[in-house]
């Protein structure tokens, strides 16, 4: 089940197909990630990327609080479905669902974003490719934040671009950016 937490679809709850290989963001989590977005942006004027979007939970919070330009990516064609599908049940636009493996598509896009969150599987084993490709493409923009969800037990400090991390239960946050953390 994914409940969006704020925003126009605040309340709304979201059935996801049991077959899907995802691990949805807890809401807990969800809602402290959101807490340190807020304070750094207005979500109706930015451009985000959610790459291994799975059920596509992220996209709809940011959706719900009026970011027009979404772009999810995801390999598993199951995923994208029930993301275009949902897309259409809440009537929302700029959200769009792209099929591809991430490090194909970070290779062919040629945007940028003030928000990048990337929720890898739990046995991700190239979080500084990830981090790498993203700065090394220059898809972050000059005020952007990349947020790597991970497990706890990973330490992702060393990355290059890393400011924080914050933890929530067994689920860890950690930021990245082009500046200097004040």
Do not use: W
């Not at 591809?100 to 929720?119: K, Q």
């Amino acid at each position: 089940m994914i409940r969006i937490i704020s925003g126009k679809y605040r309340g709304k709850r979201l059935l996801a197909p049991k077959n899907l290989p995802v691990r949805p963001t807890t809401d807990m989590a969800k809602e402290s990630l959101f807490n340190i977005l807020n304070n750094h942006f207005y979500f109706d004027e930015i451009k985000a990327l959610d790459l291994f979007s799975g059920t596509g939970n992220i996209a709809y919070e940011l959706a719900s609080r009026g970011c027009t330009d979404i772009i999810a990516v995801d390999s598993s064609k199951l995923c994208i479905r029930f993301i275009d599908k949902t897309t259409d049940l809440l009537q929302t636009t700029g959200l769009f669902p792209v099929q591809s493996d991430v490090f194909g598509f970070i290779d062919r896009d040629f945007n940028s974003y003030d928000l990048i969150f990337a929720d890898p599987p739990y046995d991700f084993e190239h979080y500084d490719q990830l981090v790498d490709k993203i700065f090394l493409k220059k898809m972050l923009r000059e005020e952007g934040l990349l947020v790597v969800e991970h497990q706890v037990r990973s330490d992702l400090s060393e990355l290059p671009y890393f400011q924080s991390t914050r933890k929530y239960g067994n689920v860890r946050f950690s930021f990245f950016a082009l500046e200097e953390s004040e």
